[in-house]
T-cell receptor, first 113, second 113 residues
Framework: QKEVEQDPGPLSVPEGAIVSLNCTYS??????FMWYRQYSRKGPELLMY????GNKEDGRFTAQVDKSSKYISLFIRDSQPSDSATYLC?????????????FGTGTRLLVSP | NAGVTQTPKFQVLKTGQSMTLQCAQD?????MYWYRQDPGMGLRLIYY???????DKGEVPNGYNVSRLNKREFSLRLESAAPSQTSVYFC????????????FGEGSRLTVL
């Protein structure tokens, strides 16, 4: 069993839809959670990171952590065709280095006009 | 601001050939990393350098060597390429080792025939 599980998709939605992207994890010590967006043939770019539980909002994006369920989510409101990309979750313990960062395999999102 | 620059972007090798992937960052970051990305496997750490003058193995170091040439540059060498090393390679950097953001380059696509 992988430490971090992520549905590969693709997830296809119409423009303007609310998108929910999710990851589950098995290591209860993980408290530092990151979401990356990766366009085709490009490197990942950070969308946001959060500590422990709760929500964090940045524009149309909201990251949510449910530590009791070992489940994290990224919500995209008013989705746009430019949001079409692969979304990677990543996580680690707070006091460990990035060399301990564990990535999900990514979910491919397609937003149609 | 270039960020993290990788060269070459594409390379085709024959089994047994050697090559070096170059990475440079202009953000004055202390830590640098080499990842490979394969379908269904996510990003896996090959080697990292927590600071200038140090290098350490990651999850999948076999068949690779690295050199932290100076604070800006971190190279990845394949001494005798194998088809299993066909992948997309990403270099990344971070200011600190455990907090903040991991910045990625655009990737180097390597095919070993």
């Amino acid at each position: 069993q992988k430490e971090v599980e992520q549905d590969p998709g693709p997830l296809s939605v119409p423009e303007g839809a609310i998108v929910s992207l999710n990851c589950t994890y098995s290591n209860s010590a993980f408290q530092y959670f990151m979401w990356y967006r990766q366009y085709s043939r490009k490197g990942p770019e950070l969308l946001m990171y959060t500590y422990s539980s709760g929500n964090k909002e940045d524009g149309r994006f909201t990251a949510q952590v449910d530590k009791s369920s070992k489940y994290i989510s990224l919500f995209i409101r008013d989705s746009q065709p430019s949001d079409s990309a692969t979304y990677l979750c990543a996580m680690k313990r707070v006091n460990t280095g990035f060399q301990k960062l564990v990535f999900g395999t990514g979910t491919r999102l397609l937003v149609s006009p | 601001n270039a960020g993290v620059t990788q060269t070459p972007k594409f390379q085709v090798l024959k089994t047994g050939q050697s090559m070096t992937l170059q990475c440079a960052q202009d953000m004055n970051h202390n830590s640098m990393y080499w990842y490979r990305q394969d379908p269904g496997m996510g990003l896996r750490l090959i080697y990292y350098s927590a600071s200038e003058g140090t290098t350490d193995k990651g999850e999948v170091p076999n068949g690779y060597n690295v050199s932290r040439l100076n604070k800006r540059e971190f190279s990845l060498r394949l001494e005798s390429a194998a088809p299993s090393q066909t992948s997309v390679y990403f270099c990344a950097s971070s200011e600190g080792q455990s907090m903040g953001e991991l910045f990625f380059g655009e990737g180097s696509r390597l095919t070993v025939l």
